[in-house]
């Protein structure tokens, strides 16, 4: 039959040498441009013979622009986090382009053809009276193959810092994987990562632990999957938009941050969410018990 990449590349990666990621550059073709990334182009490739699978494959390709030591740096910690990550619903690294005269790396992933989450929820959201061809049964399926990633993260200490929809992709069968690590972390001893220095924050998907305290922990994730739980609801509404980043830090300091969940809709998420904005983090529900609770298109087809 037809190979399914999704499926199997994770399996893959996890008996996957440590001198099998390197992929000869001169096997890649380019196709077109399909997205901006934070230190360059996302490119739509064709590689040969890549991560096991004989035969030309189209892949995405992120480059590094940035010649700044930071940026190479992270793109570099990205990469290593990527490859130690199999799980079905986290987008694959299938190799890296290191060598070359051109220089800078490249990060080659599997292809999610239907793009971040985000702007598919936009472009499928029901007009009036319309029929919805992305409803509840779809809204649910997002909602477990998110929790179903998020709960091997926890489970390996992981924290992702940035879970929001724009940061997750949708695949050929309409599943859906968590991509984008840049903001990710092993989490020490201490249990949880402190922010330092100056950086770009997801201020409204963040916990208010973060928000006040610069806290990061599996309990912070939870919180930001609540946020995207609500734009999954709500088609892709930016949370609290008309609240200023200086209010909304202001509402978690006064215990008053809260996302108003479209009325009588999606029953099935609003009692997920609801256990993701407990205020205090060691109240919130945990992503093995949120994957329990709901089905993901590995359950259902
Ligand atoms: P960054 O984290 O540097 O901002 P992203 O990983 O978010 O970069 O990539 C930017 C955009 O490129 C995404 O929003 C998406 O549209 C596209 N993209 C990234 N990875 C893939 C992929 N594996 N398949 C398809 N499109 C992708």
Redesign the pocket.
Known sequence: GVMSPSVTFYEYNKERADDDWEHDRAQLTYLRD??????GK?L?MKAKNIAGYKGKLPV?V?TLTSIEEEDVQKFLEEIELMKKFSNPHI?SLLGISTGGSEGAPLMI?????Y??LH?FLLKHKPKAGEHAIIGIYHQIRFAGDIANAMAFLESNKYVHRDIAA??C?VGPNLEVKV??F?MARMVQEKEYYKIAGRAVLPVRWMAPESLIYGYFTSSSDVWSYGVLLWEIATYGTVPLESSSVQEIVEMAQNKTLYHTWPEKYLPELKVVQEECHKYEAEERITFEKIAGLLPNSQTTT
């Open positions: 399909i997205g901006e990334g934070q230190f996302v739509l995405a992120k987008v992933l599997e292809y999610m053809p793009g971040d702007n724009r940061n992709l991509a984008d840049g």
